[in-house]
């Protein structure tokens, strides 16, 4: 028996070592071949952007473990960094080893903010260099920022999108009748519409109103900005929505939308004559975006560091996961820049629907110290509403695009049940409680009338706090800020007249603007939005994303699937200690 041990645990410890070994060696071939892999841009190249990826503000690296499960089921889907995006546009715009830029495949996620940054980006290295643009379908959102291209290419049996916006909420309010699952809510705000989903099986006539006139704004915007690239009057491209909402090829090209219809073969004829090379060869020399993405530019020549620290994601009580913003890590995050002598100004980039209201205060409070030592300067995105309006109310100057999505000053109380759903299983719970607030955020039953009355007196305090904080931050009284309050969300185009930002421009814009503010002149640096990622952080980005590879265009049943999805994981990440959210009023998901 002596000698059995001892052979057994000698083997284990050689099973250690050998393990051991292996995972360092294994860790350090991918370092290996990270390093030895840089990339470099050939001459003459041209600039590849494939569309098939989601746009966002900031690198969300998900933890190991959602990283090898979306590995394992085909990947997660592909993200760029729009900063990073602009930022290789702009110097790829300078640089003689490219020749032009191409533009092709469809874009998986993008707010409309979002896409106006980037059409601009595109439209200022169309001032010095070629941009080809090329799809089989362009929708209206790829399409946006191709319109104003050198050359717009269509496939011949391809097709361009025109047919306006629309949203289309899903509901589950009969649903959850049905299996028995209430939901009692309180709410200050008549436009606060974040709880009408699971109460619900319609839209409430005001929240009809403001989906509508947001919408409109947003088109308005599509419209004027398509109608300058082509040449055509915001009229022509309504009368083709309200007639032909997508148009075929010739008709496109009858509409003066394209250019020029070709098969794939014909356009990459075109992008080897870009650079002079005959249709024969084989290929021609070309470089992705977000390859290119990753080549470090020009020396930091400033010596005061401007800081970009990106807020994107629901606001959730605690740290939060890759893609939420946690009330403690982000006010962390702002109290150490803060902290830190070199950094002369922060840019908050906020790009967020909002969620606990807690969190929001937490991050607000470091707004507010942060900006008496040094400038604070709020860059919104996509979305800033509700919370993250609320996060963003204090800074020294807020920009906003015209399709920003913002305002949604207002409160809820979200509070479910599965006592009927439960009962009707033969499941059942007792309480012993020794007061009568003792447990008011259970499950198990409905809430009481003293319940739901202590509740709301919350909500509304909140509510009031949120006013006057408004009130204070953007030097406005009181009963102004009532009357545009009340949940209702604005563009950006429109806060800017109510008073909500203070100037239409994006990150960029307000980079500039801080630098100005702390007085540093053209002496400065961005540190940011995004850290070098570190060797695991990088393997879990290749885990997921693999290969690049071409993404399949969303159909009808991904859309549903992805609605009742994106409803789930709300529900998930109201975890606010006191249960009161500062969230946008709808879940907005643009057709």
């Excluded at 003459?44 to 499960?69: C, N, R, W, Y």
């Amino acid at each position: 028996m002596k000698d059995f041990f001892k052979t057994f645990f000698a083997a284990l410890l050689a099973l250690i070592v050998a393990g051991g070994a292996a995972f360092l060696l294994f860790f350090g071939i991918l370092a290996a071949i990270g390093s030895s892999n840089k990339p470099t841009v050939p001459s003459k190249a041209v600039l590849v952007f494939d569309m098939d990826t989601s746009l966002t503000d900031g690198q969300h690296d998900p933890e190991p473990g959602e990283a090898i499960s979306q590995a394992l089921s085909g990947g997660g889907g592909r993200s760029q960094s729009l900063p990073a995006a602009i930022d290789a546009i702009d110097r790829a715009a300078s640089d003689d080893r490219i020749a032009g830029l191409f533009l092709t495949g469809n874009l998986q996620a993008a707010g409309p903010a979002q896409l106006k940054e980037l059409r601009e980006a595109i439209q200022r290295f169309k001032a010095k260099k070629p941009v080809i643009a090329y799809d089989l379908g362009w929708g209206k959102r790829e399409y946006y920022l191709a319109a104003g291209a050198s050359t717009v290419y269509v496939n011949p049996f391809g097709s361009v999108e025109v047919n306006g916006f629309a949203s289309e909420p899903m509901f589950f309010g009969e649903a959850f009748k049905k299996y028995g699952v209430e939901v009692q809510v309180t709410r200050v705000g008549k436009y606060k519409s974040a709880v009408e989903p699971f109460i619900l099986d319609k839209m409430s006539d005001p929240n009809r109103e403001q989906v509508q006139k947001l919408l409109d704004d947003l088109w308005g915007d599509w419209k004027g900005s398509v109608a300058k690239d082509r040449k055509v009057s915001p009229e022509a491209l309504q009368a083709l929505a309200d007639e032909k909402g997508v148009l075929e090829a010739q008709e496109a090209k009858q509409a003066g939308l394209v250019d020029k219809i070709a098969p794939y073969d014909e356009v990459l004829d075109a992008l080897k004559a870009l650079v002079g090379r005959k249709p024969k060869d084989r290929d021609f020399p070309q470089i992705a975006l977000a390859t290119y993405a990753e080549i470090p530019g020009a020396e930091k020549r400033g010596h005061n560091r401007i800081a970009v620290l990106v807020a994107e994601g629901e606001i959730v009580d605690g740290e939060g996961r890759a893609n939420q913003i946690g009330g403690d890590s982000l006010s962390r995050e702002l109290r150490r820049l803060r902290l830190d002598d070199k950094v002369k100004a922060v840019v908050l980039r906020v790009n967020s629907p909002g969620g606990s209201a807690a969190a929001s205060e937490l991050i607000q409070r470091e707004v507010i110290l942060t900006r008496k030592v040094k400038p604070v300067v709020v860059s919104m995105g996509h979305l800033a509403a509700s919370g993250g309006y609320w996060i963003s109310t204090y800074g020294d100057r807020i920009f906003a695009e015209p399709g920003t999505i913002t305002g949604s000053i207002g409160v809820f109380g979200m509070l479910p049940n599965v006592k009927q759903l439960a009962n009707d299983h033969g499941i059942t719970w007792d309480s012993v409680q020794t007061a009568k607030l003792a447990n008011p955020m259970t499950l198990t039953r409905p809430k009481t009338d003293f319940e739901l009355a202590r509740i709301q007196g919350i909500v509304d305090h909140i509510y009031d706090q949120f006013i006057t904080k408004v009130a204070d931050s953007r030097k406005m009284k009181k009963e102004a800020v009532q009357e545009i309050a009340q949940g209702r969300v604005w563009s950006g185009q429109e806060a800017l007249k109510l008073g909500l930002v203070d100037e239409i421009g994006g990150l960029d814009a307000a980079v500039k603007y801080a630098a100005k503010k702390a007085n540093v002149g053209d002496d400065y640096y961005v540190a940011g939005p995004e850290e070098e990622p570190d060797a695991f952080k990088q393997l879990v980005r290749n885990l997921i994303q693999g290969k690049p590879r071409k993404l399949a265009k969303v159909g009808p049943v991904d859309v549903l699937v992805g609605d009742l999805k994106r409803q789930v994981e709300l529900l998930s990440s109201l975890n606010d200690p006191q249960g009161v959210y500062a969230r946008l009023p709808f879940d907005l998901d643009l057709r």
